[in-house]
């Protein structure tokens, strides 16, 4: 029972670090820190991002493995689809931000960054994050339940694996952002490249969100 449960949530946490990588993940969390001039800024919002995918996954993917119940699959469509969306308005949402970016008159201050989502009002620069991130728990916790469903025996290493494959996707999204937010802050110092960094992911986010929408649209 032992070995059980530590093999399945150990092999949780492996996945959970691979699941944070993929493409939507990817492309939200990097409309958010593209304006960031901190790794540290960055790696923050990647743990945000986490917290809120974690949570998702917790609550839903626990009471389907408690249920053994898997989730409908026109509700988890319903949930790509708001995904696709979400990928699209922060595309737009990064765009804008780049052209109005290029129409300012004053200089660019290095001390700060064009629009860091940490120096917003109190609630939104965690409320926006965490959001995003919650949405994409919903969208992997259908799939998610049929896996532990279908491999682990027990109903305690099912929920070890839900549980570790949200800790391994938050402090691998926070990883990631780290990373990512370390070129940004030395390429961002010029205005130029800082808003055709911005543009080319607010670009890409786009087309993800309609390409994903697109398939998850062709499932209705």
């Known amino acids: 029972m032992l070995l059980e449960l530590l093999t399945g949530s150990g ?21 958010m820190i593209g304006g960031e001039r901190s790794s540290l800024r960055a790696a923050l919002l990647g743990i945000y991002w986490g917290v809120g995918h974690t949570i ?4 839903v993917g626990a009471a389907l493995v408690v249920l053994q119940a898997e989730m409908p699959v026109r509700a988890s469509s319903a949930v790509d689809l708001m995904v696709s ?7 737009v949402r990064a765009i ?8 300012a008159k004053e200089p660019l201050d290095r001390r700060r960054p064009i629009d860091s989502s940490l120096t917003l009002s109190p609630a939104w620069p965690l409320a926006r994050p965490v959001l995003v991130g919650a949405i994409h728990g919903l969208a992997g916790s259908g799939a998610l339940t049929a896996l532990v469903l279908a491999t682990l025996p027990s109903t305690a290493s099912r ?8 800790l ?3 402090l691998s999204m926070a990883a990631m952002s780290g990373l990512l937010g370390w070129p940004l802050a030395r390429l961002g110092t010029h205005h130029v490249v800082a808003r055709s960094i911005i543009f080319i992911v607010g670009f890409g986010s786009a087309a993800l969100g309609v390409a994903w929408g ?6 209705f």
């Open 11 to 31: 092999f949780g946490a492996v996945v959970g670090v691979r699941h944070a990588l993929e493409p939507d993940h990817f492309a939200a969390v990097a409309t």
């Open 168 to 170: 391994g996707s938050t």
């Open 56 to 59: 998702a996954i917790v609550v």
């Open 214 to 219: 697109n398939a998850t649209l062709d499932l």
């Open 159 to 166: 929920l070890a694996y839900v549980a570790l494959f949200g």
């Open 85 to 91: 969306v979400m990928l699209v308005c922060l595309g």
């Open 96 to 103: 804008l931000q780049a052209a109005r970016t290029s129409e």
